[in-house]
């Protein structure tokens, strides 16, 4: 048993470590390394948070080996991330996306309801996970220290109060155009290093130390009776239904979580890192779970009671008297903790503020002055999550439903799946069915899932677990439509996943979207294929008769509504020398729009794309001769590239034909597909080339050939002639 002082100096200096290394990389000048592509993909590890590493021990010892179903579905949408992730990068770097919610909303035209709808999904499904996280800390701190019960009230506010400081100190000191977190980054892979190097410490001594080898160990389990721990079995319900169940929630998650998202596409600097990411991430699984059956056979072997399953990771080594290696594992299990917190916390905190305060703050006159106070809102965000999960920590630490709220996250999550995955491969899906998906889904997460944890909790008093709603069997939220066979977490995820996918299916067939909208599903969908980016120099070619300094000054008035003002004349500087305009007095019009789409990129980082669209519609204007002469550049193209039906439709719509800057973005996609015309003629050409070539060589040696025929003939005939 280890003194209460030596627990808080470990983790006071392993944070404090951790916060330097955090600094010094901020500090650092940017740019890569060789080590970038190492830090990226260590960092996805964070993945494995406390309950893989102390909750698939608890797992397997009760179920054996479905615990591997999440594994091998991430595992599995691993193998995908060079089709998926690299696309989802491009769309970052193109549209600027700062997270999950944005990354979906800029499929569906920006909607400010898609991103507000998958925030309120993520802010109702993490925290119970980051409450998991919590609970995993205070409990291992009453392992060790010489207390009787988890002190909440103690150790568990403290644990809280140092959680919130280091999310705002590591993630939250800044509003960042990019909204990359270099020092994140590296924490997040020092911790995923630790989690490793604490598993296979554990793993080898139980393994090695206290038995003879794998096969000792097997043996001993064989002889005890505990074969069920090599095999699958659950209390209720198929076991093929929940492999596939544990299987779908593992490929999602893995690349839908919000940390997950953020980590993989937003800190992703380079799409050749996706690479380094796939292999390390699967030889990092690999390595995770080796030794679990054995530690759960060990644990039981020696007499822990299953109950405390989740807890063998750290009481074997614990009670074995091996003091530092408690220490490391729980040491591993705090990082595989703390970094989930930090992370999610941060992401959750972003979302929260950029799709829904910042709406209605840009809604609501009297609150407007809110937007000079952006990034202390994200602060009161991390506070607010991080103690409404410590809330909810405590209120359930006794009960088994903050395990099951774990799985309540992961089922939330997959209701990203269908608009955000459907989105990027099937043209039809557009906002009102990725809306009408994403509400019924959560609808049927919550009744089927939610409500019976709460009536079992004692929340509601209702005989619905029994008889149904008004007394109707069908809707049994456990047995909806008499499907009365799977557990509850296979039954939910089923139901919520047929509906979602269904509405969108519906919605999106009986809603027909707008030019806009279908113009912004041209250009996301090209940027998926050909990863064109959006900084693209422009010919111009018009009069500069535009003064540039009233445009310089009203973006920087319009980002420091949002930006603090000397952060955003940085930033117009920024974009106006890389435009080339800092040392003109006039501009033409499309360089005018060109100088508007960049500022929205810049400003998409800090509040993001959605929002970011709708305040530079909003905030920005054009004068008479700008609209007319955007009005007419877009006939003079569409008469070019299109001919008369798209100069009529222009007429026939003069407000979508004003709408800012979509006749730069055909003029763009024009242009880069007849570029990629002409490759593909000099492809065809050098191919005709080779062949002429390979044919001139053919007709020489056939030459050669009938020359060689021809002096043997004659040479022959010469013969003859002597002879005779």
């Not at 503020?353 to 703050?361: A, G, M």
């Not at 250009?523 to 003064?547: C, D, N, Q, V, W």
């Not at 009233?550 to 020398?577: C, D, F, G, N, T």
Request: contains cysteine; proline residues 4%; hydrophobic residues 50%.
């Amino acid at each position: 048993m280890f003194s209460t002082s030596l627990v808080i100096v470990i983790i006071s200096l392993y944070m404090a470590f951790l916060f330097a290394v955090a600094q010094l990389v901020e500090k650092r000048p940017g740019g890569r390394s060789a080590l970038t592509p190492y830090i990226y993909a260590l960092s996805l590890t964070v993945y494995f948070t406390s309950w893989s590493f102390y909750g698939n021990v608890g797992f397997a010892t009760e179920s054996g080996l479905i615990y591997l179903g999440t594994e091998f579905g991430s595992v599995a949408a691993v193998l995908f991330w060079w089709y998926t992730v690299r696309r989802m990068v491009r769309i970052k770097e193109t549209y600027h996306i700062t997270d999950v919610a944005d990354f979906i909303s800029v499929r569906y035209s920006r909607s400010q309801a898609v991103a507000a709808l998958v925030t309120l999904t993520a802010l109702f499904g993490i925290p119970p996970y980051i409450a998991l996280q919590l609970k995993s800390i205070v409990s291992t701190i009453s392992i060790i220290l010489p207390v009787s019960q988890e002190d909440w009230d103690g150790s568990g506010l403290m644990v809280m109060l140092a959680m919130a400081v280091f999310t705002v100190l590591f993630g939250a000191r800044r509003l960042d155009p990019t909204e990359r977190h270099p020092g994140v980054t590296v924490v997040l892979a020092l911790q995923g290093l630790v989690k490793i190097a604490a598993t296979l410490a554990i793993g080898i001594f139980v393994v090695y130390g206290q038995y003879g080898g794998f096969g000792d160990i097997f043996d001993r389990i064989d002889a005890a009776g505990l074969e069920r721990l090599k095999s699958a079995s659950i209390p209720q319900g198929s076991v093929a239904a929940e492999w596939i169940t544990l299987f779908v929630m593992g490929m999602v998650t893995v690349q839908c979580l919000p940390r997950q998202f953020h980590l993989l596409v937003v800190e992703n600097s380079h799409e050749r890192d996706i690479f380094k990411a796939m292999l390390l991430f699967v030889v990092f699984t690999v390595l995770f779970d080796l030794f679990v059956i054995p530690i759960a056979g060990a644990g039981l072997l020696q007499g822990l009671p299953p109950e405390q399953a989740d807890e063998f990771v750290l009481r074997l080594p614990y009670v074995a008297g091996a003091d530092w290696l408690t220490l490391l594992v729980f040491v591993g299990g705090f990082s595989a903790a703390s970094g989930m917190i930090i992370i999610s916390t941060m992401t959750l905190s972003t979302m929260a503020t950029n799709h829904l305060l910042l709406p209605v703050i840009e809604g609501v006159n009297a609150l407007s002055f809110l937007r000079h106070y952006l990034l202390p809102l994200r602060w009161l965000m991390i506070v607010l999550i991080i103690i409404f999960s410590y809330g909810v920590a405590w209120a359930f630490s006794g009960s088994y439903m903050l395990v099951a709220m774990g799985t309540f996250s992961f089922v939330a999550v997959v209701q990203f799946a269908p608009a955000m995955l459907g989105g990027m491969v099937w043209r039809r899906a557009n906002r009102v069915g990725a809306v009408a998906g994403l509400g019924a889904g959560l609808l049927l997460w919550f009744y089927t899932l939610v409500v019976p944890a709460f009536i079992r909790q004692g929340w509601i008093e209702t005989p619905i677990l029994e008889q149904g709603p008004w007394q109707i069997t069908w809707l049994h939220p456990e047995a909806l439509f008499g499907v009365n066979s799977l557990s509850p977490l296979s039954h939910s995820m089923f139901w919520s996943l047929v509906f979602n996918i269904l509405f969108l299916i519906v919605g999106s067939w009986i809603y027909s979207p707008s030019k806009e909208e279908r113009t912004n599903l041209v250009e996301f969908l090209r940027t998926l294929s050909s990863g064109s980016r959006m900084h693209k120099g422009r010919p111009t070619g018009l009069e500069a008769y535009i003064p540039f300094q009233p445009k310089y000054k009203e973006a920087v008035r319009l980002l420091s509504r949002y930006l603090p003002e000397q952060h955003a004349v940085r930033e117009v500087v920024q974009i106006a020398e890389l435009l080339r305009t800092s040392d003109k007095d006039s501009i033409t019009i499309i360089e005018l729009v060109e100088f508007h789409r960049m500022l929205e990129m810049t400003l998409s980082g800090s509040i993001g794309a959605a929002s970011a669209h709708r305040v530079i519609e909003t905030g920005i204007g054009y004068s008479e001769r700008e609209k007319r002469d955007l009005q007419a550049i877009y006939s003079h193209i569409a008469m070019e590239l299109g001919g008369p039906s798209l100069i009529a439709e222009s007429q026939d719509h003069p407000a979508q034909a004003d709408t800012r800057y979509n006749f730069v973005n055909e003029l763009q996609q024009t242009i880069e597909a007849q570029q990629q015309q002409i490759e593909d003629q000099n492809i065809q050409l050098e191919r005709l080339k080779q062949r002429l070539e390979r044919s001139d060589a053919e007709l020489f040696e056939q030459r050669i050939l009938v020359q060689k025929l021809t002096q043997e003939i004659k040479a022959s005939h010469g013969q003859n002639g002597r002879e005779k």
